[in-house]
């Protein structure tokens, strides 16, 4: 497995943005789609954006798409997610993980919750109305 340590939760207003990042250490950082979820109090974890392998396709949640971006740094082993024109409903506790399979195919950015076996401790996104 792939140890993940996310950071650059905070609280913000409404329409602000946040950048979060996750440093990745362990296995082959750069050969693994990366995904970022998130878990709202009382709700179930779920899937905000993937980057594939390379950093060459993207996909992301209806909720979020235009507003938030995912990159990866693969010299840095690093995944970011981008938040911007931030709203209460995403307000959460975000994840980032580690894709289960290996895979050198662009076209495999997975979306499942079940499709990831590494993920990191988590942080809190506020935005506030």
């Known amino acids: 497995q792939v140890q993940l340590v996310e950071s650059g939760g905070g609280l913000v207003q409404a329409g602000g943005s946040l950048r979060l990042s996750c440093a990745a250490s362990?296995?082959?950082?750069?050969?693994?789609?990366m995904g970022w979820f998130r878990q709202a109090p009382g709700k179930e974890r779920e899937f905000v954006a993937v980057?594939?392998?390379?950093?060459?396709?993207?996909r992301y949640a209806d909720s979020v798409k235009g507003r938030f971006t995912i990159s990866r740094d693969v010299g840095e082993s690093t995944v970011y997610l981008e938040m911007n024109s931030l709203k209460p409903d995403d307000t959460a506790v975000y994840y980032c993980?580690?894709?289960?399979?290996?895979?050198?195919?662009?076209?495999?950015?997975?979306?499942?919750?079940?499709?990831?076996?590494?993920w990191g401790q988590g942080t809190q996104v506020t935005a506030s109305s």
């Open positions: 362990g296995r082959t950082f750069s050969s693994y789609p």
């Open positions: 980057i594939s392998w390379s950093g060459g396709r993207t």
């Open positions: 993980a580690a894709s289960r399979v290996r895979s050198y195919n662009d076209y495999f950015i997975p979306t499942g919750n079940n499709d990831y076996d590494s």
